[in-house]
């Protein structure tokens, strides 16, 4: 059977085919034990233990395939989502690509308000996004297709493809509207931030039309109940890895007259795990804690009086 027809009795998940969100989504797929073999230049991978196909495509439109029922699941940007203004569900934030997406003026300009950019011209790979906070800024009512707001603003907004941070330099704009994260691109082309339209991450985005989850055989059109408990596995195991990588596992030895101090500070997701130990005057503590938190709960444990603290990572979980 040839790679096309094989996909009518499978799940499509949509997938960044490069880009920022490349690596970290093919680790995500790793530890949800979405196991494919990706064939050199093809786009479609066949998952080998689960009825899914990967199908591999730029971020930006992921959202409309995903809105209009060509795939069931999704990973992209939210904005993305919001810039398409795709009709999807946001299922699961992923807890990477976080970045925001930002109005930047020449640094040594005499701009330092968005304000001041009414009337002039702006560039971005955003124009829906850009166009909208304008319009917002301007008082133009937003509720027209985007060609027709976009008429009746005072500001230009136009479209570039990439490397935007370049466009006030070769004089194509007064301002840009662009995705920042470390702030070097902006720094090195010379811009600073005057404003934040948006604060966005990758998510898992799933379809709202029934078609994304029918199937072309007949025998397989049977499994239909089966995409959808698919979809729900697969968006399980992936917040279970997302998850984990928000905590670590932290033991300790406690004395016991300490106890309640001490799960004051580590009080666990749910509650703690405490095990008695030989000598009865201490018990053992096992508890998950916020990765982000940790040096600081250790410094308190110790002030508390707990020893022996270990902290370990932890590569899945369930709720
Ligand atoms: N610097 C960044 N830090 C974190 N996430 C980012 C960053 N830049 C982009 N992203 C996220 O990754 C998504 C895809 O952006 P990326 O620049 O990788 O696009 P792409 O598909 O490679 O297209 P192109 O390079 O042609 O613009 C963005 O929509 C955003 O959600
Ligand atoms: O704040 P930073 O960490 O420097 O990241 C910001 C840059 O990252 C993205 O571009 P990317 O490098 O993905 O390439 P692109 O310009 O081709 O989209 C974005 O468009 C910025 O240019």
New binding site residues.
């Given amino acids: 059977m040839d790679l096309v027809n094989s996909l009518s009795d499978r799940l499509l998940f949509a997938v960044p085919k490069k880009?920022?969100l490349y690596e970290q989504c093919l680790s995500l797929l790793h530890g949800a034990d979405v196991q494919f073999r990706r064939h050199n230049r093809l786009d479609i991978a066949l998952s080998t233990n689960l009825q899914v196909a990967l199908v591999f495509l730029p971020a930006a439109d992921i959202p409309r395939f995903v809105a209009e029922g060509r795939v069931a699941l999704g990973i992209t940007g939210v904005d993305q989502v919001k810039e398409s203004e795709a009709e999807v569900e946001i299922a699961c934030p992923l807890n990477f690509g976080k970045?925001k997406l930002q109005v930047q003026v020449p640094k040594d300009g005499n701009i330092s308000e968005p304000k001041q950019l009414i009337g002039k011209s702006v560039v971005t790979?955003f124009t829906h996004l850009a166009t909208k906070y304008f319009a917002e800024l301007e008082g133009v009512p937003c509720d027209g297709p985007i060609y027709e707001v976009q008429e009746k603003l005072k500001t230009s907004i136009k479209y570039v493809?990439?490397?935007?941070?370049a466009a006030c330099a070769l004089g194509l704009a007064d301002g840009i509207v662009?995705?920042?994260?470390?702030?070097?691109?902006?720094?090195?082309a010379g811009l600073k931030a005057i404003a934040t339209v948006l604060d966005t991450e990758a998510a898992i985005i799933s379809s709202k039309k029934p078609e994304a989850f029918l199937v072309a055989s007949e025998e397989a059109a049977a499994n239909k109940e089966d995409h959808h408990d698919l979809v729900d596995l697969i968006i399980r195991r992936i917040r279970g890895v997302v998850d984990a990588q928000k905590y670590v596992l932290c033991t300790f030895n406690a004395p016991k007259k300490m106890l309640p101090d001490l799960l004051k500070v580590t009080p666990g997701r749910r509650a703690a795990t405490v095990s008695p130990l030989e000598d009865t005057d201490w018990v053992a503590v096992s508890s998950m804690v916020l990765k982000g938190d940790i040096a600081l709960k250790m410094d308190e444990l110790e002030r508390y009086g707990a020893s022996d603290i270990l902290v370990f990572n932890i590569s899945n979980s369930r709720n």
């Fill in positions: 880009g920022r970045c790979s493809g990439g490397s935007v941070e662009d995705l920042v994260e470390s702030g070097e691109t902006m720094k090195a």
